[in-house]
């Protein structure tokens, strides 16, 4: 079972986004659907689906967050036709950031932003292919430029089973910013893989709760450790959801969560989401006996 899942925001094309992502990659599928109703944000549709094995989670509920390249999913790809067959699908109706091409790290790789807003770079690897598909990249942008490393290491001790693995630095003249200082880091957080950079250049985009991580807790000693590790600003607070002194968000949730509410009969489900809509911090205790309607 994955402890961090990325989690994408959509107005109303959750499902549309997922079924077109499930379409690219073997192991895939949407696993749950689930309905939500009489949201901040009206009524609300929550997906749960797989990308090559690997647990995602989407929403449509309404206009609020948009998308954009301050975080993006890296491919890996064993062979140049993997590669253009992702690109053709992802760049239509879409937004190219780097040209399909070979580059000096790759014989093959594009970044693209998709018709959703999602970015993606999909990469040749030569050798022995690696055991996660879907790597989220992290690019610190503007007032966090020049944090990606020290970031990383603050990721790396706050999660169990973590290492900092390789990092590069821009070279004298390599970056149009001054503050930026790394142009790769590779790292893990509970044994899955992440990488992270300073971008190079001027960007009026940054982190948002757009593209969030959500961390599958065992009970509320884990909430609870999680929540003082990693929430720095107050005002974002709200049903699970927080931002660190980075601005990355995440949800630091219960792992019985998603079960309750795939399985649970739309009365459950009713009062799960009036109970967690009124939380901060998610109190466990509290979402059970909703469940239990006690």
């Not at 990325?6 to 749950?32: C, M, N, V």
Request: proline residues 5%.
């Amino acid at each position: 079972m994955s402890k961090i899942i990325p989690h994408l925001w959509f107005d109303t094309q959750a499902k549309e986004a997922a079924r077109l992502y499930t379409g690219l990659f073997p192991r895939s599928g949407i696993t749950s659907d689930t309905a939500l109703a009489d949201t901040p944000s009206g009524d609300a549709e929550s997906i749960g689906f797989e990308l090559a094995g690997q647990p995602f989670h989407a929403i449509s509920a309404g206009p609020y967050f948009s998308l954009n390249p301050s975080i993006s999913l890296m491919v890996v790809c064993t062979a140049e036709e993997e590669v253009d067959a992702l690109w053709k699908v992802l760049a239509e109706g879409g937004h190219v950031l780097m040209p399909l091409g070979e580059y000096p790290f790759s014989r093959r790789y594009g970044w693209v932003q998709d018709r959703y807003g999602l970015s993606w770079q999909p990469m040749l690897v030569d050798g022995e292919p690696l055991q996660q598909t879907i790597t989220p990249n992290l690019l610190f942008s503007g007032a966090v430029c020049g944090q990606a490393e020290d970031a990383v290491r603050f990721y790396a001790e706050v999660f169990p089973d973590s290492t900092v693995g390789f990092i590069s630095r821009y070279g004298e003249g390599e970056a149009d910013v001054e503050q930026a200082k790394i142009n790769f880091a590779s790292f893990t957080l509970c044994g899955q893989s992440f990488t992270a950079m300073d971008n190079g250049y001027e960007a009026d985009f940054g982190f948002n709760e757009a593209l969030s991580f959500m961390v599958q807790c065992k009970d509320q000693a884990e909430i609870d450790y999680y929540w003082d590790k990693l929430s720095a600003v107050p005002e974002a607070e709200q049903c699970g959801w927080l931002k660190d002194q980075y601005g990355v968000s995440w949800q630091i949730v219960p792992e019985q969560l998603d079960r309750m509410m795939a399985e649970g009969s739309p009365e459950q489900v009713k009062r799960i989401t009036a109970a967690f809509l009124g939380m901060k911090k998610f109190d466990l205790g509290a979402l059970e006996t909703a469940w239990l309607g006690e």
